[in-house]
């Protein structure tokens, strides 16, 4: 029997998470959460986010973070959409 196939934790690849960061969406450093990609000004992961739209909406992530702007998170998603189309 095959074993699954186990992928990272993040679903960013390095470029992403490069790109996110000079645009000033998120950033990273071994002080915060362990060097995690986190939203600007938090200590909220970039991952959460994906995991609330695999789980719930956008919505629901704003009202439990309410640290992360809209415009924060809507950049994240427009990033990750346009390194896709590439």
Known sequence: ????V????SVLQPSVADRLEQGGL???SEDVMHGALVFTGTRVLVDSLFEYLRDASLEQFLD????VSRTAAVGVLEQVRAN???
């Open 1 to 4: 029997m095959m074993n699954p």
């Open 6 to 9: 186990q992928f990272p934790a």
């Open 26 to 28: 998120a950033t990273r």
């Open 64 to 67: 439990d973070f309410p640290s």
């Open 84 to 86: 896709l189309a590439v």
